[in-house]
């Protein structure tokens, strides 16, 4: 059963840095890309960062690159995102999906949702003082 579980979120001051894990089991880490989105209450869904499948390359949405930082552990099957400089609007529910591939554009990953890609429950951050 393919499952994915993200951790690691809570309360952080402005500036401050997290780092999320999202724990796979049931497949294969290395035959899919790994995205990172969030969304906040009443906003659409919003896509951060992916590692591709084989090669592990990373892609970044414009509004955290330079500081997130996405990578994998595939002897423990985990992929983490490592946020810096964070800020208030950084305050949401943030998803790790298994996807196909990374979708790009630009050189900038945006979020491609497809019926069989899988995403876990989230795991909150909040940004504030």
């Known amino acids: 059963q393919v499952q994915l579980e993200e951790s690691g979120g809570g309360k952080v001051q402005p500036g401050g840095s997290l780092r999320l894990s999202c724990a796979t089991a049931?497949?294969?880490?290395?035959?899919?890309?790994i995205g990172w989105f969030r969304q906040a209450p009443g906003q659409e869904r919003e896509g951060l960062a992916c590692i591709d499948n084989s090669d592990g390359t990373t892609y970044y949405s414009r509004s955290v690159k330079g500081r997130f930082t996405v990578s994998r552990d595939t002897a423990k099957n985990t992929v983490y995102l490592q946020m810096n400089s964070l800020n208030p609007d950084d305050t949401a529910t943030y998803y790790c999906v298994r996807e196909d591939f990374c979708s790009v554009w630009g050189g900038d990953y945006f979020l491609d949702l497809r019926p069989h890609d899988v995403w876990g429950r989230g795991t909150q951050v909040t940004v504030s003082s």
């Open positions: 049931g497949f294969t880490l290395t035959g899919y890309a």
